[in-house]
């Protein structure tokens, strides 16, 4: 089946410690973003990458990192920086428009629940 | 970056209802899409919409470019429906989200 595939589900994380959460598309989508959901908020995205070997922050990056080494891999790390990392992380991926920049419609995967402890 | 509202905020059905929600931008958009997250989290897209109409089963929407907002129609409310509502401009690499409609419909 096509689909995003996040794990784990839920993942508990002790003060100081970085974790790395993980994101993988078969959906051959040139995209993929990560977002953070807060209780009863929107989404709020945190880096996004339109190709291999290149990502973009997004409007809250500070304290994560991210890599993009294969087209259906977009993990991302919490690492210690970030200081309020307890939130529902949320990947999703699009095609692209050839080129235009202009991507098409967003599908996501069904979330990470990140608890610090 | 593009602002994005919703409303109303919250909405309460009674199951077998019609209801409408809004969303408002604050630029031209290349598309407007549309979202349910369910109790559990998931997203799911339901319309993917530049402009005009379109329909599916109970729900329809509509997006006025020219006045920068999209309508979201759900006839005949089911439980099933409740969940938040989100809606963002699409057709760009760094996507805005509004802060949603949390529906619940009850039995």
């Known amino acids: 089946d096509g689909g995003i595939t996040q794990s784990p589900k839920y993942l508990f994380r002790k003060e100081g410690q970085n974790v790395t959460l993980s994101c993988e598309q078969n959906l051959n989508h040139d995209a993929m973003y990560w977002y953070r959901q807060d209780p009863g908020q929107g989404l709020r995205l945190i880096y996004y990458?339109?190709?291999?070997?290149?990502?973009q922050k997004g409007d809250i990056a500070e304290g994560y990192s991210v890599s993009r080494e294969k087209k259906e891999s977009f993990p991302l790390t919490v690492t210690s920086a970030q200081k309020n990392p307890t939130a529902f992380y949320l990947c999703?991926?699009?095609?692209?428009?050839?080129?235009?920049?202009?991507?098409?419609?967003?599908?996501f995967g069904p979330g990470t629940r990140l608890t610090v402890l | 970056g593009i602002q994005v509202e919703q409303s109303p905020p919250d909405l309460i059905l009674q199951e077998g209802a019609n209801s409408t929600l809004r969303c408002n931008f604050s630029d031209s958009v290349n598309n407007l899409q549309w979202f349910h997250q369910n109790p559990w989290g998931q997203l799911i897209n339901l319309f993917y919409i530049p402009s005009g109409t379109k329909q599916n089963g109970r729900l329809s929407a509509t997006t006025v470019a020219t006045e920068r907002y999209s309508l979201l129609y759900i006839s005949s409310s089911q439980t099933t429906d409740s969940g938040v509502y989100f809606c963002?401009?699409?057709?760009?690499?760094?996507?805005?989200f509004g802060t949603g409609t949390k529906l619940q419909v009850i039995p």
């Open positions: 999703a991926s699009s095609n692209q428009g050839g080129g235009t920049g202009i991507t098409d419609t967003q599908y």
């Open positions: 963002a401009p699409g057709g760009y690499q760094k996507v805005t």
């Open positions: 990458s339109q190709i291999v070997n290149d990502f």
